[in-house]
């Protein structure tokens, strides 16, 4: 049974393996070598034994055919109607196939399956609120993302990310060592603006260990700066592990079901060793589902919820702004019209749309905030979930998926989307770069540093003596 | 012959329907699986509960769920059609009277005018199903030969029913297809997607308990359905 040298169903565990992948720049050998790389049809048959259960098999089997689900996708709305994104069609033509055939398909299928479940769909659930039957496609995508991983059909980049995880317990390269040294920079360069705030690395017992999405260290460390500034101005008692401090999961975007687990279990390991009171991720959603909602049982965790309270970074700054330990300047609230971006991951898929407006109530000037529409558990996604953003091969699928997002941004007349979510954060600047809409995007943290209230006993000295 | 069919064989029909849909349920619930299905079923047993009628509830109301309400016109034929199928046996007059003389049972009914209505609903709603199949680009290109066979399937007990009634044409071709296909409807309702009138609520109560105790216990009142 050939497989190739690049793309097999072997995954990345080494450096090296993980190096000889990167340097076939956007996977040109990695993707012909695909073409040739048989299906094994005996281990596939065992997977679906062991793991196709009457949850997937009944909805296979008893989709109704009614199309409901064509409008809720929005695939399917932005490819103009174009029948062969309905969601009922997607599924049933490739994971549909697979199981009816009882895993006797050949390669170009495995391709088609991995066309699909990365180019023609995100994993935002929303198709299954829209089923008379409950039958949520996403989850059998995310699903079928298994199948295909584990044959080696999945997108040169998504390999790439599940070899990183497994390599670096990070979905990109950054050691124990870089994120260390990442921390201690970050909090010398504020010295001069905030003297005596620290990023205090394995600090047991504190009230909260917080984690993060490897992008931050690796291309964004001003992201840690303002996380750590207000955890500094709301005097939060907080660590960081050294080790177990990535939150994401790009193995669970790949279908790498085991990588999935070595990377939540470094998270949850780092909880067992520093016992905080709780864990705070950043402001990201798929990191969010990857290790608070999924990962637990990932694990086998039989609670279903991780070792300690997990929350997202909205709900920990939802507290502090509604306890007062972060004060908004009035003046400064935002006078310009804003609209939030409900990310899928802890939105319809962990019911968090209270908080975010929450938010929204303390920092926007009131009628300045404009809801989108659909919003809450029925937003679109942004385009670019479910890994989708970071894939080459279906870049131009995206662009024309995320005109849903423009059309509901332009809509509402907004200058400014906030969008606590990486994934939602990438895909609107991608979309401005695309559609130029003339809007400006950002997080939560940039926003609430320039209007907090800073107290008297954290300004810098000089200051004072003037 | 009428008495052979509407004694032995009503019997075995009955029988592979009640048994048939028996094992599909617990086939079902034992297929499922917490770590697979991600959902930790047995630990959140109020949450679950809760989240599981949730969601059947808001489903099984015309338009009580946001998926109904995107659709108005469909709503209305799809409601038409399933309580037209479920009311109209259930509750027919001529029902009733097989159960009075054969065991004495004073079963409800509903007038032969309301049946007659329903009857009506259900044909018509079906044709409109139909056309819907043919005509929408996004039903077309999922619906098999299949579907047509059920839906087919489906109404030929209510046509001949209707015709029997009403006495158009032979009555005893009409009452024997009726009570034929009206069996063979039974029968096929375990083997096939039919099974959905039990299937409906096993997977809205899955969804509706992924929801509860995983998805979105976090939000006020559950997930809005």
């Known amino acids: ?466 | 012959m009428y008495n052979f069919i509407t004694g032995p064989l009503l019997w075995i029909t009955f029988a592979i329907f009640f048994i048939g849909l028996t094992v599909r349920v617990v086939l079902y619930i034992r297929g499922l699986d917490w770590r697979l299905d991600r959902v930790a079923y047995r630990v959140y047993p109020s949450l679950g509960i809760k989240g599981a009628l949730s969601s059947i509830f808001h489903w099984l109301v015309p338009f009580g769920s946001h998926g109904w309400r995107a659709k108005p016109l469909y709503t209305i034929i799809f409601f038409i059609f399933h309580i037209g199928l479920v009311v109209t046996p259930l509750f027919l007059a001529g029902h009733a009277v097989i159960l009075k003389e054969r065991w004495g049972i004073n079963w409800p009914t509903i007038p032969m005018l309301l049946a007659d209505a329903l009857t009506i609903g259900v044909m018509v709603t079906a044709v409109f199903i139909a056309i819907r199949r043919i005509g929408l680009p996004e039903v077309r290109i999922i619906t098999t030969a299949y579907d047509y066979f059920l839906l087919v399937l489906t109404v030929l007990p209510f046509f001949s029913g209707f015709m029997a009634a009403h006495q158009f044409g032979d009555y005893v071709f009409w009452n024997y297809t009726h009570i034929l296909s009206g069996m063979a409807l039974l029968i096929a309702i375990p083997f096939t997607k039919l099974f959905h009138v039990v299937g409906y609520f096993l997977s809205r109560a899955q969804l509706g308990m992924d929801f509860g105790i995983k998805r979105a216990y976090k939000a006020k009142g559950g997930f809005a359905w």
């Open chain 1, 1 to 466: 049974m050939p497989e190739g040298i690049l793309c097999n169903r072997t995954p990345i565990n080494t450096k090296e393996q993980l190096d000889a992948v990167l340097a076939d720049k956007g996977g040109k050998q990695y993707y012909q070598e695909m073409e040739k790389l048989e299906v094994d049809v005996e281990k596939l048959q065992k997977t679906l034994q062991d793991t196709c259960k009457s949850r997937i098999r009944t909805w296979l089997e008893m989709c109704a055919h009614c199309g409901l689900c064509a409008d809720s996708c929005f695939f399917y709305l932005a490819n103009k109607k174009d029948p062969t994104q309905v969601p009922s069609y997607k599924i049933i033509t490739t994971l549909g196939k697979i199981v009816e055939k009882n895993g006797v398909v050949d390669t170009a299928h495995m391709i088609k399956c991995m066309d699909t479940a990365w180019g023609k769909c995100t994993c935002c659930n929303r198709c299954g609120s829209f089923c008379p039957y409950g039958i949520d496609m996403g989850v059998m995508f995310s699903y079928l993302r298994g199948l295909c991983f584990s044959q080696g059909f999945v997108p040169w980049e998504m390999k790439i990310g599940s070899g990183m995880h497994r390599v670096f317990r990070a979905q990109m390269d950054v050691t124990p060592e870089d994120w260390v040294e990442t921390c201690e920079w970050m909090a010398e360069e504020q010295q001069d603006e905030w003297p005596g705030l620290e990023i205090p690395v394995d600090k047991e017992g504190a009230d909260i260990m917080y984690t993060v999405n490897a992008r931050e260290p690796k291309h964004y460390p001003e992201d840690i700066a303002e996380a750590a500034i207000l955890f500094h101005i709301a005097g939060e008692n907080w660590t960081v592990p050294s080790l177990g401090w990535e939150q994401t999961s790009l193995t669970m975007f790949a279908g790498d079901w085991e990588g999935c687990k070595l990377q939540v279990q470094s998270v949850y390991d780092a909880i067992e060793r520093l016992k905080p009171k709780r864990v705070i991720g950043t402001e990201c959603g798929h990191a969010h589902r990857g290790t608070v909602i999924e990962g637990p049982y990932w694990v086998g965790r039989e609670d279903g919820r991780p070792p300690a309270p997990y929350i997202h970074y909205v709900e920990w700054l939802a507290e502090a702004l509604r306890t007062g330990k972060i004060k908004i300047d009035p003046a400064k609230k935002l006078k310009i019209p804003v609209t939030i971006q409900d990310s899928c991951n802890y939105i319809r898929n962990h019911g968090l749309k209270d908080i975010t407006r929450e938010i929204m109530s303390y920092i926007v000037e009131p009628g300045y905030f404009i809801e989108m529409y659909p919003n809450k558990e029925y937003n679109f996604c942004c385009g670019g979930g479910g890994g989708l953003n970071g894939i080459g091969r279906y870049r131009q699928w995206r662009n024309t998926g995320m005109k849903v997002k423009r059309d509901q941004i332009i809509a509402t007349g907004a200058k400014l989307v906030i969008a606590p979510c990486h994934n939602c954060w990438d895909a609107i600047r991608d979309l401005e770069e695309v559609y130029e809409l003339g809007i400006k995007w950002s997080f939560l943290k940039p926003i609430i540093i320039k209007m907090a209230v800073i107290p008297e006993h954290l300004r810098p000295q000089e200051e004072e003596e003037e």
